[in-house]
Every structure is written in C-alpha cells, then in structure tokens.
C-alpha cells in the first residue's frame, strides 16, 4: 500500500476541529507511541489524536481515508506483540480520554462502555452491584485493546475469554461510516455474525467506539490453593487431570521452578523451590469447595506433588495472584541489560503436557534466564526468555526456541496466540497455521479496508 | 441472481460420477425436499445429491458455481423457517449419508464429526464416556443444520449455543475451494474469527464437510423442578428474578395456561390448568441443588407460585422434556386443518416480562389458538399460533401478530430470531434490526459467493 506522509494541509484540518491538548505531533508524545510492551519497535507515529466521541473518529478516519494516512487505535500501550504500533507512520487514535461507563443494566447482566475504560476501573466499579467482567488479562488494559486482542487471562479456563462477553459494537469503518453490530439479546441466530469477526482483529477492519458487554455475578465462594511438583511434567500430567475429571477451575496456573524461585526472591512468594500449581474454584459454598479441593489434592499427590496448600484467605489469595501477575515486570528488573520474549501459544487439553516438556528441554537447550508460566487450565503456555540487548547469537537462539514451541504447538492442533494477538510477532506463523483461510481473512480485510489504513502491518 | 436450470447436461455429469442410489430427478424425492417444518413452502428442487465426502461436495459445487446452479444444504429438513428449502430449484445436497462421527478426543473433550450427525446418536454414543454436547434444539437435528443455524434450545441458558461449541470446521466455498477454520485450541487469538463467521450463516456462504466440537462432562447431580402460577406475567417475573439472582438454572421454560391445558389432555402432563415454569438444575451434589430449590422456591412463592413440586426423579424429568419437546407436534393434530406460526424472538432479561405480557395480549387480541412456549431463562420467546389453511383473515391477523411482537423485540434491544434462524420467515426484518450492517454481511455473502449460488433467498 502506497501511504502519504502527514503534511501541513493535513495538520491544518485536524487543528481546525481538534482543540490543540487533543491533537500533537510533539515529540515526546509521539515516542510515547511507538512502544508497547513487547520486543518490537519502536515505530513513531506522526501524529497523535484523542478523541473523545464517535463523530469525531468517523471525521478523523474519513479524511485519513482519502489521503491514505495510516490510523492505528491505541488504548494504554499494554498489548505484548507489537499489536498497536504505527509500523507506517500516520495518525494514532488514543481512546484514552473516550473512557466512560456509559450505562450499567444490572437486570440485564450488561454495561455499555467507551472503549478507553480500563477493565480493573469497570470492576471496582460493578463490585457494588455484585458484578464483575471476567476476562482478566493482569495488564492495566483497556476494554477496547481487550476486545482488539480477544484478550483473556487467568480466569478464562472458568470464564471464558473478551470474546465471549461481547454482545454489540458500535463501529467506524475505515471510510468514516458508524454501524452498530450485535445485538442486546443473550442469544441470536440472525444474520452473520460481524461482532465475533471484529473481536480480536486488532483494529484492523474498524475502530469501535462502544461496547456493549456482557457481566456475569460474583460466585458464591472462592478457594485458592497451591501445590509443588518435583517436575513441571508432573505439573502438566495433573492439570490434564483435573480438566478431564471436570474439576472446572476458575484459575489453573502452572509455573516452572525458575518462576518459583523467582518470586520466592523478589517478592517472598514462600513457596518451596520447585514447579507449582496455583489454583482457584468458585463455587456455591464452602463445602462444596472443600470437596473439589480434595479431589484435587488427591490427583495432585498422585502425581508427586507435595505442600498442597489450601484454604487460602482472601488476602493470602490476592497475594499470589499480584505476585503471578508480576513476573513478566520482575524479570526485565533482575535482569538488567535484556528485553524478554513472552512465547504465547495454547494447545488441546491433551497435548498440554507434550508442550510443558518441550517448553522446558528448549530453555535448557538455549542456555539462557527462561521462565514457564502457563494459564495451564487451557492449554495457553507462555515462556518468558531474556536476552541482552543487541547480542544478535542470544536473540537467533531465542527466535528459534520460538519457532521451535509455535511450530509444535500447531501441529498438535492449537494456534500460534492464544490471548495477545498476532501483531507484528506471530505474522510469521498465520499461513502455516491457517493456510488457505488466510487468503480469506485478506480478503475480508480489503472489503472493510480497500485502502489499508487500518492498523497497517499487523496480522498479515 | 440469474441461475440457469439443470438441463441433460448437467444431468450427464452428475451421472457420470454419481452412484445412481445417490442423486435423483425423481418427483417423490423432489417433494420430500421442498419444505421443512415451517409454513413456507413447497419450493421444489430439481435434483438431489447425497454426497460421501468433501470431494464430492467440491466436485459438485465447483460444477455449479461455474454453471450458475443454485446449491442448498440439507440436514433432515427439521428447521422452522424456511431455512433449507431450494426457492430457486437447482440441487440440494443431502448430507444425511455423511453422518460418520469421526474421532472422540475424550481427553480433549472434543470430537471430529460429519454434517449428517445427528445430535440425538451423538449424544448416545458420547454417554458411555461421560460426555455431552449440550445444545438441545427439541428435534432431531443434524450437527450440519445445527450449526448453520446456530440452533439452541432448552439447556443453552446455562450451556450456550451451538455457536459456543465449535471450534474447527472444514469448508467447500461456492467455487469448490477447500478450506480449514478454527484451532483445537481452546482459544486463540490468531486472526479474524472466521468459524464464528460461518456458525449461523445458514449454508449461504460455503458447506461445511467437518466439524470440531467441543464437548461437556455430565453435571454431579440433576434437579428438576414445576411450579403454577396464576398468571403468565407472574411466571414471567418469576424468570427474571432467577435469573437476577444468578440461580443459574440449566433449564427454565415458561408455559401458559394454555400450553399447559394441552399437555395435560394429549400426554397426561398433570400440572395444574394455569401458567408453569419448568425447571432444571446441574450442580456438584445433591445437597447444593436442595439449597439452590428452596431458593428458587420461595422466589415462585413470592410472587404467587403454587404447586411447587421439585426433587422429580429422572423418569418424572424426561417425562416433562419429552413433553414439552412435543408440543408443536401436538398443536397440528389437535387443530385439524390448520398451520402453524412459531414465533421466535430473544430479548435482554429486563425486558422480558413486558414480551410475555404482550404476547399474551397478542393472542387474546387475535382469538385464534394459541400457546407461549419460552426458553425463558435465556429470553427466547415463542408463540405457537394456529390459523386455518387458506383463509386470508386469519394469516392476515398472524402475520400482524408476528410483526407486532418482532417489532417490539427489536425496539427492546432484542433479536428477530433467537434461534431458528432467518430462513424466509425473517427477511423483512434483517434492515429493521441490523440497519447499515445489513449491506455489509451483504457484501460479506458476495465475497464468498458472488454467483448467489449457495442457499439464494435467505437472510437476505
């Protein structure tokens, strides 16, 4: 695609609407816009706009649309591959300031929101009515980067993922057209079904301006639990257990020795220095929990595992959890000098042990700092390996522990990113995990995007 | 579109490769081809192929496209709306001899499956594994006709809709391309949703020769449980506050007085002659399930239940299932003479009371018989309406009746179809409910099959 360059005409137009806090081509902001948090970049944009409603996204992009100047949608810079950076230059959309809760419907177990609203404020804001958006992807994101991303996290093995709490979008196209696709219904057969095409396609295909969102109730009771392995095989082994018996986790994270061992130092995690398993179920009461909890501790044991540790009080709980949503920050902290790939990729229940093994041998086979924490419960695995920055040996041995895990990852059936989308890191993967489906995907791109100023760059 | 008839030619090469047992000109097995279980109808095709494998459907389909032959799939013809009967002739593709269940990954909960499945065998075959595949849609569908329409039924409040149990689906696109969808991954966030873009598009955008699916281990314990209530308002609120209170039933149906009144002279149903709701619940023992009943009892009692009769054993509970399931059946034979109209819309929880209650008045208004059968936990409403065949008033008051209530869902947020899909029955309602996004799942159908081969007339 043949784009062109931000020019004076064009900053002139812009300022003619835009009052001048809510449009820059200042330098700093645009760096701030040329990183997110993964390897890639930077890639600077030329401008940056926040707007703050739906006309104003609709002008924006139908003028950048005639002139074929790239826009690229941007939430909080969150995302871990590269998903919202201007590859091609052009004007960067921040949602930032296009944050509000626009309704709650506790009756109809729904919210509409702005795309710029950051999940963890919707949620301290439903605490109140009892509700709570589930999809928690640890990151300080925003619902539109969720819904881009189809993002999802620790609760998904239970929960399910964003795509699964989105009922309706209102959309820009990238001609400037709004159009409001879904419905408010909790079932539909009418018609195709637009809204699961633009979840997860990276703002690509359009930019939407609200959403409305499905909330599910608090769970009668929660219990958190951890228990060590003398292996992370033996770790894999007994998730795949506790998903074939149906225990159905709320939380099934598994994490290697190093990840233990990591924490123990950093942050006192206190647990023995081995792999582990952090657990937690909701359920209708305490003693229903107390017997699920006994399974489990029982398949666990089986399989070695030692220091089962359960019961856990809310605050004890929440501790874990901050913990385990840390690592990816402590590793770039005790490892100074290096940036971290996080590998992201997720496999049928059975396979899951296959690839903790693989995950394993391969950081040993590299030699370098490497860490497995894995959303075990479904089968999503990530790998955090470090790397010094510039040393080309250490990042090709990286990029092949990578290629290596996605490869075998999709011959056992799963897919090359299981929550933090294709961006720039997994186009590499995407004909050899969908093959002729893509040329497809491409197509479906061009109809809603014949100029390709959305999000150039990513996904293909 | 213009399509061109099957002239000798065609005839020809269709015979040239074709077992003769598997394709036909001949009128009886036309006829049997030209309706289904709805209104619409007869539209009589000009030939049938019963396809072995997906060579075969791109054999055929690739001949078509080329020859501007209009192709439509067919499962057993159960669907409600007209959604697989041939209204521009040509060849319907019977899929019922490609009915092999392929692969069961029990440790993935997941299993391979043909077109021609049908639900009900599936289910069977799974049970000595302790397996389901949930979605209930009452007839015995085939898995194809269930996924093109995103069927659902009586457990999808609690379980979901077909739609949330696919994961994978092998294509034949208009000109014959072959093309996989989806991951075996449990989720994944790698490019546009395209399994969600065919799940429901009622064979109008390519044939589906292979399915994942994703199975569900079998609940602890089951619970069931009837209540009467004096009026179907109070059923309705009823609904609403179970729902409210996250009871999460696995079934709840609202019938009223009338529906009752015919189950309990047909099948000996022995409810009182008033408005019921019927009820089932899943959870981890018996002991949870008493306490979720009391719950949900003094809920119906407060707002004027009577009659709760729960702990109903498993004979009891498929008694009433197999009841309710019967009901549109029954209506026929004891209105000689007539047709039936099922309605079928969805609404967002809070607005369901007002949908019962208009219904309610819709078909006192009218004065011909009629019954509300609701999958109530979910919104999805249904009234079954009965009017002579032929007579031009009464369709006429039906019609309006319809489009009454349809009309009303939409302005609630609600859908035109909860479940049975488009078909012909609600095309004049896709402009009114999706507005400007109409034109864009038009050129979506245009992109996947520009000759309007697949399935012509429907949806749109």
Redesign the interface.
Known sequence: MDYKPIDSKDLEFFRSWVEPNRFSTGESNLTLHSRDESLHGPHVPEAVLWPLEAGEVSEALKYCNARRIPVTGWGVGSSLEGNPLPVAGGLVMNFSRMNRILEV??????ADLEPGVVYKDLNERLRHEGLFFPPDPGASATIGGMIA????GTR?VHY??T??YVLQLEIVLADG?????G????????????V??F???EGT?GLFVKATIKLV?YPGEYSAAVVSFESVKAAGQTV?EI??A?MDPAALELLDKASVELLNREVNFGLPPNPALLMEFH???R??LG??IELVKEMAEENGGREFSSGLGREERDRIWHARHKIGEITNRVHPGTKRMILD???????FPEMIALSEKTIKDIGLPGYIVSHAG???LHVVVLGKQGDPKEWAAIDELNDTIVRR?LEL??????????GLG?RGF?KL??????E??Q???R??DPHGILNPGK?F
């Open positions: 419907r506790s009756g109809d177990f729904q991303n189809n993002a999802s998904t399910g993922s795509r699964d057209q709004i159009i409001c696709i419905t408010r219904a909790s079932k539909s057969s009418s018609g195709y079904d637009l699961n095409l979840v997860g396609s295909l109730g795949f998903m074939r149906g359920g209708p009461d003693k229903y017997e699920v990729v997720a496999v049928p229940a059975g396979a479904d089968g999503n990852a059936g799963g897919t090359a990113t299981g929550e933090h989308g294709v997994k995407m995990e969908h093959r002729d489906a893509l497809w995907m197509k479906i791109k109809l809603f996904i």
